[in-house]
């Protein structure tokens, strides 16, 4: 007490108005947090995706220039598309300048474009799965990967032009 019977009143901050105010930060950056990996993941979808759509393409490319019903007869093998990679043979594109004696016959060059194919889907995705079908009038090119499986990816899972599960493939149609 001062002199004349006043008090001093001390002005600053109790210490529950501190753990507040930490509490408050401690929210924000949780949200934050948590909004961050959300969208670090978001990111690695759209990576996948892409690298799904671009081995997708690839092999479209590959079966129209290679269009006999040998070839498509081996594209179209679901044995093709699983299990161990197969040798492709000989008909292996190399620096060297192609002669006439190594020409390739449509089902080798099926195979070697299997084998390419295969081989950078492994290299680009996490346990990445593909498959060549006829759907209807044309024909579908199915890129599965992650735990997801390719009977996962099937059109019922679409609605309103979105996909309802969270299954990671791609499916591309295209007319030959």
Known sequence: MLSGGSMVKHKGMSLIEV?????????GIVGFAALQLKSVRQVEETYSRSQAMSVAHDFIER?????????????L??????????DP???????????????????QMARSDVYEVRSSLSGL??????????????YCVTVAWGETQLGDC??????DGE??????????????
């Open 154 to 159: 099937d059109q019922a899972s679409f609605a």
């Open 19 to 27: 753990l507040v105010a930490l509490l408050v930060f401690a929210v």
């Open 63 to 75: 079966a129209r220039a290679n269009l006999t019903a040998e070839s498509q007869a081996y594209y």
């Open 89 to 107: 043979g000989d008909c292996i594109v190399t620096g060297a300048a192609p002669s006439a004696a190594d020409a390739c016959e449509s089902e």
């Open 163 to 176: 996909r309802q599960s969270d299954a990671h493939c791609v499916r591309v149609e295209f007319i030959p």
């Open 125 to 138: 995705l996490v346990n990445g799965k593909m498959n060549y079908a006829a759907c209807d009038q044309v």
């Open 77 to 86: 093998q679901p044995s093709s598309w699983s299990g161990d990679l197969n």
